[in-house]
């Protein structure tokens, strides 16, 4: 199977923006590497060989460019844009991956390096693929941290855009007795799949295909997170808030750092509680309760 991978020669001081600017184009894994004297930084992003490219490498270029005109260092080099094996990106990626850690209460780690779980820690199990959400995006860092904070007072959880179904792995892995988890885009599915087997959960999370604005689900749930687009979170509140039992509260992220106030405003009717920004000012994370 093959994938467009695009390698962008960075400066450190632009490390944090540009990954979350490659996340944004759609990218299923950002990762970055040095050459062996730390010369030369680089950032890999990798994405499905149907993205269109061209609109990549122009907002690459336009990104690039805002940054030197803001005074930042941008590398001379050129990027590139190519097409890779899917097994040239599993080495990079397994050279690159550290495990994480959250809350003294969770670590994630891949399958190939395992037991960094310390005293009283979980351990999480990944293998990458190319499904988005391995831990490593501020979006699901955000989502990650808040399961770890709130797991005692949580019977039930349902994670809308689950991607590789890390959330879900997670939350069942820490207790959580009912764990529903939903994505519209199959490969998403096929490897939420593979995560739950993988971490040996089946019993405890129940997978659904479907789409957010139209969601099978007639349950209400003690938590409810969305990892979502900004423009998704606007159009499905009313769904969102259905699953919500009360006191339940509600958790999103996806969203824009210039489009935050479109959220709080559309959801306004609930109760807010924190909103947590991403110290490069690409993201947001909100917390809301019924």
Known sequence: MKWLQLTVPISSQIEDACVNRVHELGATAVFTDSSPDGS????HGIFPLEANRQSIEQDVKTYLASLRDLGFEVPDQ???VQEIDEGKYLYQWKEFFQPLHFADTLVVEPVWDQGHALPGEKALRIDPGMAFGTGQHFTTRFCLQWICEHKDRLGSLADIGCGSGILS?????????????????????????????????????????????????????????????????LQAKEALESLLAPGAS?????????????????????????????PQKEWVGIWYTK
């Open 78 to 80: 050129e990027f590139i």
């Open 250 to 278: 509600l958790v999103l992220t996806g969203i824009g750092y210039a489009r935050q106030q479109e959220i709080l405003d559309r959801y306004s009717s609930l109760s807010l509680q924190k909103i947590h920004k991403d």
């Open 169 to 233: 792995i997670a939350a069942s892995l820490l207790g959580v007795g009912r764990v529903v988890a939903l994505d519209f885009d199959p490969a998403a599915m096929r490897a939420a799949q593979k995560s739950v087997e993988i971490n040996n959960v089946q019993g405890n999370i129940l997978l659904i295909a479907a789409d957010v604005l139209s969601l099978p689900l007639r349950d209400s749930f003690d938590a409810v997170i969305a990892n979502l687009h900004t423009s998704l979170l």
């Open 40 to 43: 030369v930084l680089s950032l």
